[in-house]
């Protein structure tokens, strides 16, 4: 059992590409610490380094107190279980699961107790004397654990371990590793591109783009607070809706207006605006964030909360069992053709994704009001797309890298500014010169005197 530091981190291949930039992240002992994000963001790469299987090119890795960069991986005391199980298919189950322990030479009662003990804790005991071939897609991921539990590491890796597997073996091999993690009371990180997962078992969740830290919480203020437009939009099902918004009105009473609608935001809400007088009536965009869950079409709600009601089209009814969806497009001229028929979504870009009850009477093609939840809506700075929005989520990491983009962007545009200003006075200065001579030319010759004509 340990706890981890990563300071700085960062990798970059021989060809140039920088696959991790900056990751700093400390992980205490005991955590469930999930790493989460599309392909090709550097979560796997990120925990290849942790487990010595690439090379760190800056940065320092400390486990337990002790740096561990130029350790071998033999020596990190670590368990790492990989997508595709990596199992021997010529050995027994028991003999997967000892292997490690046989090629370091520990005694042979201490082996037998340590496999069975784990395939007591996984429910393998029965399947000892099986081969991999004769098991299930979720046997075969339990052995792959049971393998790693055996060592009794002080850090447990595992990288999209669940990727295989069909959608009910996922969910129970979830609940397996999340308890697994609670009986052994050990350090976990856990890589993943399914958001569901790092929703359900982390303590905190790490959301990655392009080698880059996003935003590091615990899966419900990450739902509630994101940080910014990506991390809002990759935490989700369906993902959030954004809108192009501003803001106007006056600071007792603040509309957003967006898509031909304008709504009261809530006082709650405008107490949480950072920086209010910068985006209040100035034009100054906006990202208008709202999830689907936050829509609602019921009587009573729309009637409580007449001040955020929107009008849209149906075009697509989704009845799911337990909840609908919609998908509609805005109820304006532009989202109708000349014939009349309403705008399909491909051809639509204002368009939005409500969830709403299964019992709903609500029918595809029609128009509704719906009502959002203003208590719970997001707003974004359109340039920066960081959460203006005051809440324990707009606190988070954000990468320093990041931060000197945003600076080097605000240095160009106030340089582009003042070239464009120089070069006005300029072309004022070059007009007005024109404008002398020419004047000069027009201005008549004074007629020579008597003296003058004398002395010629």
């Given amino acids: 059992m340990a706890g981890l530091l990563l300071d700085h981190i960062y990798k970059v291949y021989s060809s140039g590409v920088q696959a991790v930039t900056d990751f700093t ?135 999209e371990p669940l990727s295989n597997l069909d959608a009910k073996l996922r969910a129970q091999m979830r609940t397996e590793i999340t308890k697994l993690h609670h009986r052994l009371a050990t350090t976990f990180i856990y ?73 009261l935001v809530n006082k709650a809400t405008v107490d949480r605006i950072i920086n209010l007088e910068d985006y209040l009536n100035t034009g100054k965009p906006i990202v208008f964030g709202v999830r689907p869950e936050d829509f609602h079409d019921e009587e009573d709600f729309i009637a409580k909360n007449d001040k955020s009601v929107i009008k849209v089209k149906v075009d697509v009814l989704e009845k799911l069992g337990a909840e609908s969806l919609l998908y509609c497009v805005f109820d304006t001229s532009e989202d109708v053709e000349e014939d009349g028929t309403m705008k399909s979504l491909v051809d639509n870009a204002t368009q939005l994704i409500a969830k709403i009850d299964a019992r709903s009477k609500t029918q595809a093609h029609t128009v509704i009001d719906l009502s959002i939840d203003m208590n719970h ?43 464009k200003a120089q070069k006005l006075a300029a072309k004022e200065a070059a007009k007005a010169a024109r404008l002398a001579a020419k004047q000069a030319k027009l201005q008549p010759q004074e007629e020579p005197t008597e003296e003058e004509k004398t002395e010629e």
């Fill in 191 to 263: 890589v993943t591109h399914d958001q569901v997962e790092a929703m359900t078992m982390g303590t905190r969740i790490v959301v990655m783009k392009d080698g880059f830290i996003q935003q590091v919480d615990a899966p419900q203020k990450l739902y509630d607070y994101p940080a910014n437009v990506f991390v809002a939009g990759f935490i989700g099902t369906p993902q959030m809706n954004f809108f192009d918004a501003t803001l106007t009105g006056t600071k007792e009473n603040v509309y957003v207006e967006f898509e031909g609608q304008k709504i």
């Fill in 25 to 159: 992240l400390d992980i205490q002992d005991k955590e469930f610490i999930v790493f989460v994000g599309p392909s090709g963001c550097g979560k796997s790469t990120t925990l290849r380094m942790i487990a010595g299987l690439e090379e760190i090119t800056d940065g320092d890795l400390v486990i337990d107190g002790r740096k561990v960069n130029l350790i071998q991986p033999k020596d990190r005391d670590i368990a790492m279980v990989f997508q595709n199980y990596a199992l021997y298919p010529h050995m027994t189950v028991y003999d997967n699961m000892a292997f490690g322990l046989k090629l370091r030479k520990l005694p042979r009662a201490e082996i037998d107790a340590r496999v069975k003990e784990a395939a007591r804790i996984l429910g393998l005991e029965s399947y000892l004397q099986r081969k991999p071939k004769a098991l299930s897609g979720g046997q075969r991921q339990r052995v792959a654990l049971g393998r790693a539990i055996v060592r009794e590491p002080k850090v447990f890796l595992l990288d």
């Fill in 377 to 419: 809506v997001h707003m974004f700075d359109k340039e920066t797309e960081l959460s203006i929005l005051e809440g324990e989520g707009t606190k988070a990491y954000v990468p320093v890298v990041e931060l000197e983009r945003q600076a080097q962007r605000e240095a160009e545009r106030l340089a582009q500014e003042e070239a």
